[in-house]
C-alpha cells in the first residue's frame, strides 16, 4: 500500500514563507516526476511546479521566483518553498508522484494567506 503524507500547510500573512513536504511510502517502485497542484473553490486543478527525476525543474508563471521545487531520492520526498506568499496562493496544495506502477497523489493541505 503506498501512502502519500504531506505537511506544512498553514496560515501566514502575505509576504511569509511555509514549505511543503510531500513523503511517499510503501512499496512505490521507482519513482518519476514528483509535483505540486493546487485548487481553490470553483477552479480546476492547476500545476504549480513539476521536478524530473533527473532534477529539471518547470513552474506555473504565476510562481515563478517565488517557490522552489526540491526532491530528495533517497526518502521518496518532495518539497515546495513557498515564499513572498499572495492572498492567491489560498488553496489546498496536492502533491503527485509518477511512478513505473502508477500516479500517486496525496491528501492535500490547506495553505491560506492572509492580506
Known amino acids: 500500500q503506498v501512502q502519500l503524507v504531506e505537511s506544512g500547510g498553514g496560515l501566514v500573512q502575505a509576504g511569509g514563507s511555509l514549505r511543503l513536504s510531500c513523503a511517499a511510502s510503501?512499496?512505490?517502485?521507482?519513482?518519476?516526476?514528483m509535483a505540486w497542484f493546487r485548487q481553490t473553490p470553483g477552479k480546476q486543478r492547476e500545476l504549480v511546479a513539476v521536478?524530473?527525476?533527473?532534477?529539471?525543474?518547470t513552474y506555473a508563471d504565476s510562481v515563478k521566483g517565488r517557490f522552489t521545487i526540491s526532491r530528495d531520492n533517497a526518502k521518496n520526498t518532495v518539497y515546495l518553498q513557498m515564499n513572498s506568499l499572495k492572498p492567491e496562493d489560498t488553496g489546498v496544495y496536492y502533491c503527485?508522484?509518477?511512478?513505473?506502477?502508477?500516479?500517486?497523489w496525496g491528501q492535500g493541505t490547506q495553505v491560506t494567506v492572509s492580506s
Open positions: 503527485h508522484i509518477n511512478t513505473i506502477l502508477s500516479p500517486y
Open positions: 510503501g512499496n512505490i517502485g521507482s519513482v518519476n516526476a
Open positions: 521536478i524530473g527525476s533527473g532534477g529539471i525543474t
